[in-house]
């Protein structure tokens, strides 16, 4: 696919979120340092013992219905970005995020692929339907759609499922101009072979801005450390003022 010249792929993970008030997952309190993800975050562990599974989402789902979360100074300059970019540059800026919380959204940002799913979303074991969801799932609700009793999970992919619009997240890291990958560890694929996709398939740019170097470090031909919020509104601005560089 012929390569656009100024198109910007952004994925984020959970580390964009945590100055919100969002638990990581790899870091020392990480959410996996105090559950096993063969316990909560497969289809076998939602076959096994779906309360247990349904308690793990439905804990992660609260804080966000309760308003006291707000996307953070780094999220609101993606938004910006996204906005103000097609006029600087003619380019169009995609985020593809880890993420399942909504503070993308909340701070404004629309080209959004959630591509391990939403949170805020239920999806019918039986019909498919995907609604949206806010409130605890597992109390014998029924679907909207078909009517099945107790048949909504959370609408989020679990480890050994297929991520979300794969094939359109690759289209997009084919016809980029500039990849950025902010907070997240590079431990989990496909989303960490982004980079090596962007990479190969023409002369993106590539750069990590993140805590600390993540799995993936290497594979960035540019990379800045520290929080987001000091980061990410710094690094729009040198975008929005001189371009890809
Ligand atoms: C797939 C949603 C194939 C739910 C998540 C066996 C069978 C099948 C697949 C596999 C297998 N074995 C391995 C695999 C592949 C597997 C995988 O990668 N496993 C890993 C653990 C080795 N992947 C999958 O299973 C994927 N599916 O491969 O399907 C397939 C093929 C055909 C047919 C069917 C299937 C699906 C993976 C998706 C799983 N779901 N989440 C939920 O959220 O509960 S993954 C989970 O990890 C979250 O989505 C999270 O976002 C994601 C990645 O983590 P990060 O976001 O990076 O978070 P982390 O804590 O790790 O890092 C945070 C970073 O932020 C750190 O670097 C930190 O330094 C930084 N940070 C912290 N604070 C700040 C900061 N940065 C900036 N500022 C700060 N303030």
Redesign the pocket.
């Known amino acids: 696919m012929e390569q656009s010249k100024q198109n910007i792929v952004i994925l984020?993970?959970?580390?964009?979120s945590?100055?919100s008030g969002l638990?990581?997952?790899?870091?020392e309190d990480?959410?996996?340092s105090k559950v096993r993800?063969e316990d909560?975050?497969?289809p076998e562990a939602f076959r096994r013992d779906p309360e247990k599974v349904q308690g793990?989402?439905n804990a992660?789902r609260r804080p966000l219905l309760s308003g006291n979360i707000k996307p953070n100074g780094?999220h609101d300059a993606l938004a910006r970005l996204e906005k103000e970019w097609p006029d600087k540059a003619g380019g169009q800026v995609t985020i593809v995020?880890?993420?399942?919380d909504n503070l993308h959204e909340t701070a404004g940002s629309e080209n959004l692929i959630h591509?391990?799913?939403e949170?805020l979303k239920a999806r019918c074991g039986a019909c498919g339907a995907v609604s949206p969801c806010q409130d605890n799932l597992g109390n014998g609700e029924s679907c909207a759609d078909c009517g099945e009793v107790n048949r909504l999970r959370?609408h989020?992919?679990?480890?050994?499922?297929?991520?979300l619009e794969m094939d359109r997240i690759y289209g997009l890291l084919e016809d980029c101009a500039l990849f950025i990958s902010?907070?997240?560890?590079?431990?989990?694929?496909?989303?960490?072979g982004f980079v090596q996709h962007a990479r190969g398939q023409g002369a993106a740019h590539t750069i990590e801005?993140?805590?600390?170097?993540?799995?993936g470090a290497t594979f960035f031909a540019e990379a800045r450390y520290?929080?987001?919020?000091?980061?990410i509104p710094a690094y729009v601005d040198e975008l929005l003022s001189h371009g890809i560089t």
Do not use: C
């Not at 984020?12 to 964009?16: D, F, N, P, V």
């Not at 638990?23 to 870091?27: E, G, I, L, P, V």
């Not at 801005?209 to 799995?215: A, D, T, V």
């Open positions: 984020t993970g959970a580390g964009i945590k100055e638990a990581t997952f790899r870091d990480g959410i996996w993800i909560v975050a497969t793990f989402y992660r780094a995020t880890q993420n399942i591509m391990h799913g949170i959370p989020v992919v679990w480890f050994g499922e297929m991520p902010i907070g997240t560890s590079g431990n989990v694929y496909p989303a960490a801005l993140n805590l600390e170097p993540s799995e520290g929080p987001a919020t000091d980061l």
